[in-house]
């Protein structure tokens, strides 16, 4: 064939191939587009008694109203599904352990950790546990759910990826989106109580006192008591105490702080201009697209004639109950509790009694289930759980434990939250959240009369007793605690002197009741001592954009101490021969100013200096841990490990010098030297670390994990984040303020919100990134929808 026909026809096959890549490409692009929200015109909507109408501002925030609230539950699951579905599959799989039927074998692990627990027949036993009016409730949910599904011209599109079609959503898997909550919340206390245990095995009675301690100078428990006397320091560290200079310079737990962080506070109307409480609520979360949170207005006729108006947030595939919000009457928030409300309990075995084991009530069989684990491209995998009357059985090593949780208690999920929609006052309110089946939560609760108050809304552990000891595995034989705490014996604190209350996974309590709630983990207490000074430096009077703002405090309060220290230690003598030293006192001079700022190299220096300091006295110990569970660690089993490393500074004990260490000068100058030296691993000059170089939003929808190329499309702008943990903003690259709510109750229309991503899950939704800006800038939108830019009508099906 001659050479110029062979041109022509390599043209045409090129030409063949754009062509078909290009018809690949419009048929994505149509399907994608086929999947998109349906957000005006009318549907007919089977079951509904009365029309509803879900109108949405040009946010994509809808506001449904209808005639009663079931069809409202029936609308919410509409848009749920049409906007969110895919999350929702994840959190109903993520607790069931149904992961590996759509990511394959490499899910398997997490679907083995889950399966133990057997939420999806736990959650078939709550379901059958519900009052046939709350039955209805969930069922209106789901068909709502299911329809809304059902009615997008194609299935959602990371079902094109996974070359599957979603499944229908049951009414057992609304309450399973509210295990994984749990699993959430309260899933690091098991790795936890497996790092205090080693801790205890290796350690004296002295020196773990001295490890551990109870409390720390920055506590502000609500009851006013006063913290217990720091144990003494003893002569000598325990012998895995340090690790050698030679060891590795990768500051390996610095991103552990950045797990915690929730804030909420109420103001009393004795403070306010307006009279009425105010209420704020950040709940702190990892950060990924969609959001979790939904948020919309509910709008339908309530007793005597009036109308009725919710407003808050949803969360996609749980019941739709308004998480936090505002019911006209009562304004509410949470944050993770953090108490004690799970045991590793230590099984006895004997050769002598084959299959058995012994648990706090003695000698018993345990039962055996089958769990049967579909997996995606590979056989179905078979996993037999053996449980005990106490929990499920995990074998750590050659140690046998049984899991005795809150979460697996009948009665841990239950629909009484959807009470708190009426609670006309404050009381109300309180005593409705200490039924409510949801992991324990700090409830900041405050009313149109200005009353405040706060409560555990959860469940909480009948225990006999409370304190550090239950914070270990229990030995074998000993007595776990035994049923929930009845709801008249909560703790609860209402309308105290000073007119506000303040939450921030620290301790809440430090009297007698504090007994009730355990350490199950609180956070050091610096960052909820500055929440509460900012709410006094608001005076006598304020409103709600001043008591939002307090959320956005990035005072570097907690870190300037450390800059402190390492000042101290960078003098002259320190830095003569040393110009790498010279520069990073230099920085920590001159790039400071008092804050988290983006810009500041200070306090990147700082805090890596009180990490350093962690890993070289702690970096050991991790290293053991880790081998009993990947996510133990010292900085999960003690929070409060700062103070333990300032107490040794200030002190300077000998029999704790890490090894080779000729004095605890040395130790702050390696520490000073081991940040420099992680830099240059990283290839980042002291000049150029900037805490916003370090701190920038990387967040995305979940297939971007699968597929990195669509990281650009399916997430967030790279940007600098002031704001860390210790202080009231709390921000790290997928870490951070999943919400932020200030409102007084009745005055709904001043306000305030932000979210870090937006209403949909679409990447082609108008509505998939929108907020967002004004999230990382710290500028509120208003919390009620705006004026409506689409209407859908639901109307019941002829």
Known sequence: MRPRRWQAWALRVLAAVAGLALLALLAAWFYLRASLAQLDGRVAAPGLRAPVTIARDEAGVPLIRGQNRLDLAYATGFVHAQERYFQMDLLRRTAAGELAELFGPRALPLDRAR????????????????????????????????????????????YLLFGAPPAPWREEDSLLAVWAMYIDLQGNQEPRELARGWLRDHSNRGQLAFLLPEASRWDTPLDGAAAPPPAPLPPTAPAWWGRPRTATVQLAAIDIDHAVGSNNYAIAGSRSTTGAAIVADDMHLGLQLPNIWYRLALGFPGGQGGQRRLVGVTLPGAPPLIIAGSNGKVAWGFTNSYGDYFDLVELGVDAARPGQVRTPGGWERPVEWVETIAVKGAESERLVVRETSVGPIRVVGTQRYALHWVAHAPGAVNLNHLQLEGAASLDAALSIAATNGIPAQNFVAGDAAGNIGWTIAGRLPQRARGGIETSFPLPAGTPAWSGLLAPQDYPRIVNPPGGQLSTANSRTLMGPGSALLGDGGFDLGARGSQLAEGLRRLGSRTDVPQAFAVALDDRALFISGWRERALRVLDAAATKGHPRRAELRRLLETSWDGRASVDSRGYRLARNFMWALHDLLFGSANERMAALDPKA?????????????????????????????????????????????????EGVPLAQASWGARNTAAFAHPIALAVPALGGWLGVPRDPQPGDAHMPRVAGPRFGQSERMTVSPGREEEGLYNMPGGQSGHPLSPFFLRGHAEWVRGTPVPLLPGPARTTLLLAPAR
């Open 633 to 681: 660690a010292m900085a999960l089993a003690n929070p409060r490990w700062p103070a333990v490393v300032a107490r040794l500074l200030d002190e300077a004990p000998p029999g704790w010098l890490p090894p080779g260490m000729p004095d605890w000068r040395a130790v702050q100058l390696a520490a000073i030297d081991r940040v420099i030296a992680d830099l240059d691993r």
């Open 115 to 158: 399966r133990l627990h057997r939420f999806r027949a736990r959650a078939r036993e709550a379901l059958a546990a519900l009052s046939p009016p709350e039955r209805a409730f969930v069922e209106r949910y789901v068909a709502g759910v299911n329809h809304g599904l059902g009615q997008l011209a194609a299935h959602p599109f990371e």
